[in-house]
C-alpha cells in the first residue's frame, strides 16, 4: 500500500555537498506553513530529530517557568550580551544586567557560545 505522503528515495552513491545545498535552497524558500508543516511530519517520524532541531531555537517562554530567559556563554557559562558600540557582537560582561551602562566588557579567553538560560540556571 502506498503512503499518502510521499517518502524520499536514496541513490546508491549520492553526493552529500549537494544534497546539503539542496535541503538548504528548499529550507531558504519555504514559508512559515511549510515549515511548520515540515516540522510536525518531523515529529510524527522521527521525534529524536525534533528535539535536536529545536535545539538550535531559543527556548519559546510558554515552555519555561516564570522568568525571562537571559542569554549565557555556554563554554564558561558567564553572562553575555550584545553591546551596540561593539558592531553588536557578543561578549562577555561582568555587572548588572538589569542596569543599561553598568556592564563592564570582560575577556575570557574565548569567544562567547550564546545559550539561552533560565535565571535559575544560573
Ligand atoms: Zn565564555
Not at 549520492?14 to 515529529?43: I, V, Y
Request: with cysteine; proline share 11%; glycine share 6%.
Amino acid at each position: 500500500m502506498a503512503t499518502i505522503i510521499p517518502l524520499p528515495s536514496r541513490e546508491a552513491h549520492p553526493d552529500r555537498d549537494a544534497e546539503a545545498r539542496r535541503r538548504m535552497d528548499r529550507l531558504n524558500r519555504a514559508t512559515t506553513g511549510e515549515m511548520q508543516a515540515a516540522l510536525a511530519f518531523l515529529n510524527m517520524i522521527d521525534p529524536e530529530a525534533f528535539d535536536i532541531a529545536f535545539q538550535a531555537a531559543p527556548p519559546h517562554l510558554d515552555d519555561l517557568p516564570d522568568g525571562d530567559p537571559a542569554p549565557a556563554c555556554g563554554r564558561c557559562g558567564g553572562p553575555v550580551a550584545l553591546f551596540p558600540d561593539r558592531a553588536l557582537t557578543w561578549h562577555h560582561y561582568r555587572g548588572a544586567a538589569s542596569t543599561s551602562g553598568d556592564q563592564e566588557i570582560i575577556d575570557r579567553g574565548h569567544d562567547p557560545q550564546v545559550e539561552w538560560r533560565h535565571p535559575d540556571d544560573f
